[in-house]
């Protein structure tokens, strides 16, 4: 059961807050923001924190901490979920989930979160349902309620509501049906100093656009369904025939919805898209430093890796860096000592590269160790996994829609030691 709930800003001050039982003072947030000073990280902040009478349980995203106060035990993954529910329903609503956007629609907040809780237990947190109970916001809506006093909350209860398939709405009409599925694959690596793999994982979802007429039932099959692991779905997949079967059978919540995230963990199906070839030293008694470092493309199947951001911490003594980019522009900042590469896209007939000399304090030594190097980049139509999905077909209605699945696979936490 949620007690209350505090929203924290990336400067530490409690912007908005909500109670459903009893009234908790402020003053436990003291904990949250204890735990926040000794996190080196903002990410790095305990995600469950015990206090003396309750639980602080929290998640963080987009720069704002969700703090949820318990007073019982409770599964805390359990409120992991319903605090990420809260997230993804106000990006549905407002467009993004920013300080700025929760302080302008205040009042469809609040709406939103006594609908998703009743007395502390969640209740409505579907957005089709909730989009009927509480209309999302526009400008001549917002406008009509400041004139008349009305609010945004609906006359009737959802049709979905009562029905076996509550993620849905009844009377759904569309002039064109259409449905896309994006299949998005984040690959966490860490790549040793010879270039081999230490660890490397793949967190994967599918996120699904339908915009169909009536009550379709959907089949999803793939052609290599045993490579998914660790799956969690959408309620409204049918978990038995997927056991049996391995294909997803379902009937789809109207507009956008996740359904399903998976987990690809054996390193041997695990393919690292970039190589680096890197040399970075420096010598003992000298006030200058090397720094030599080339990407380029490995395991894209013909893809073209883009987007790509190289950051490096680099150590405290070094007082400046000399650089010469290849490609994109490079910065480097002395105070915080993090160099940045923005590349772009990478050419593999010509690789990009960034070589010159770091300048050090004068008498400093040699530093202890090499400094890691942080890599982002995107590859547009490819799974990393292998991923593919066969074919949908669709049932219970007689129109033939337009269907459209679309891959891409993007960098985590992508780490290479020098």
């Not at 007073?71 to 993804?88: A, G, K, W």
């Not at 100093?193 to 996120?207: F, L, P, Y």
């Not at 919540?253 to 963990?265: A, E």
């Not at 522009?329 to 002395?334: A, L, N, S, V």
Request: net charge neutral.
């Amino acid at each position: 059961m949620i007690h209350s709930l505090f929203l924290v800003n990336a400067s530490g001050d409690i912007f908005l807050e909500k109670h459903w039982k009893s009234v908790v003072s402020r003053s436990v947030c003291d904990y949250f923001f204890e735990a926040q000073e000794r996190a080196t990280e903002p990410e790095n902040v305990p995600p469950v924190i015990p206090t003396p009478h309750h639980y602080l349980i929290s998640v963080l995203r987009h720069r704002i901490y969700f703090v949820a106060v318990i007073q019982s035990e409770v599964p805390p993954l359990f409120v992991i979920e319903f605090l990420h529910r809260v997230v993804d329903t106000f990006q549905d609503y407002f467009g993004v989930c920013t300080e700025a956007a929760i302080k302008d629609n205040v009042v469809v907040v609040y709406e939103l979160l006594e609908e998703m809780l009743d007395n502390g237990f969640p209740l409505a947190t579907e957005s089709n349902i909730l989009k009927e109970l509480i209309k999302p916001p526009t400008i001549l809506r917002t406008m009509v309620n400041t004139i008349t006093g009305s609010t945004n909350v609906g006359e009737q209860l959802p049709t979905g509501q009562l029905s076996v398939v509550p993620w849905r709405r009844t009377g759904v009409k569309y002039t064109n049906n259409e449905a896309y599925f994006d299949v998005v694959e984040e690959i966490d690596a860490i790549i040793d100093k010879s270039g081999s793999t230490i660890t490397a994982e793949i967190q994967g979802v599918i996120d699904a656009c339908v915009k169909l007429t009536g009550m379709p039932d959907l089949t999803l099959s793939f052609m290599n369904p045993r490579l998914l692991d660790d799956v969690s779905f959408h309620p409204c997949v049918r978990f038995k025939r997927w056991e049996a079967e391995r294909i997803l059978s379902f009937i789809p919540p109207d507009g956008n919805f996740r359904l399903l995230s998976y987990h690809v963990s054996s390193q041997n199906l695990v393919a690292i898209p970039v190589y680096v070839k890197h040399n970075i030293s420096f010598r003992e008694g000298s006030s200058q430093g090397r720094f030599d470092l080339t990407l380029g493309p490995k395991q894209t199947m013909g893809k073209a890796v883009e987007a790509v951001l190289v950051s490096s911490q680099l150590p405290r003594g070094v007082l400046n860096a000399n650089l010469n980019a290849s490609q994109g522009t490079y910065t480097f900042d002395p105070v915080t000592k993090m160099l940045t590469w923005d590349v772009g896209k990478i050419n593999p007939q010509k690789l990009p590269s960034l070589k010159g000399t770091m300048s050090l304090q004068a008498g400093a030594s040699k530093p202890d160790e090499n400094p890691t190097i942080n890599i982002q980049f995107k590859t547009q139509q490819m799974a990393i996994s292998g991923l593919k999905v066969n074919r949908l077909d669709m049932y219970g209605e007689k129109y033939k829609p337009f269907k459209g699945i679309k891959y891409m696979t993007k960098a985590g936490k992508f780490q290479v030691r020098t």
